[in-house]
């Protein structure tokens, strides 16, 4: 089992940043990677950004390249989400996601953080 707790969220600007965090607890040495998703109200959740272990490659969403990025501190177990030139359409639920050994897909999930971009 991983369990991952999001932090971070919260209410900006458009053109701000802010920087979200997904501390991971457990079974995280069977990590084969993790990412951040989004949900916005009324539609389907949608991935933002991925980090690999122990590749450490990261791979972004078309809408956020050059906007955002996906770091790692495995010394605290934590993935960061960097996000700056927010847009009002960036506004979401971010969640994070673990993948773990003998998973096809994510399996682990946070319990998402609220991110509110002003105009």
């Known amino acids: 089992q991983v369990q991952l707790v999001e932090s971070g969220g919260g209410l900006v600007q458009a053109g701000g940043s802010l920087r979200l965090s997904c501390a991971a607890s457990?079974?995280?040495?069977?990590?084969?990677?993790m990412g951040w998703f989004r949900q916005a109200p009324g539609k389907e959740r949608e991935f933002v950004a991925r980090?690999?272990?122990?590749?450490?490659?990261?791979v972004y969403a078309p809408s956020v390249k050059g906007r955002f990025t996906i770091s790692r501190d495995d010394s605290k177990n934590t993935v960061y989400l960097q996000m700056n030139s927010l847009k009002p359409e960036d506004t979401a639920v971010y969640s994070c996601a673990a993948m773990t050994v003998g998973s096809a897909s994510y399996n682990f999930w946070g319990q998402g953080t609220q991110v509110t971009v002003s105009s």
């Open positions: 457990g079974r995280t040495s069977s990590r084969l990677g």
């Open positions: 980090i690999g272990w122990p590749s450490g490659i990261s």
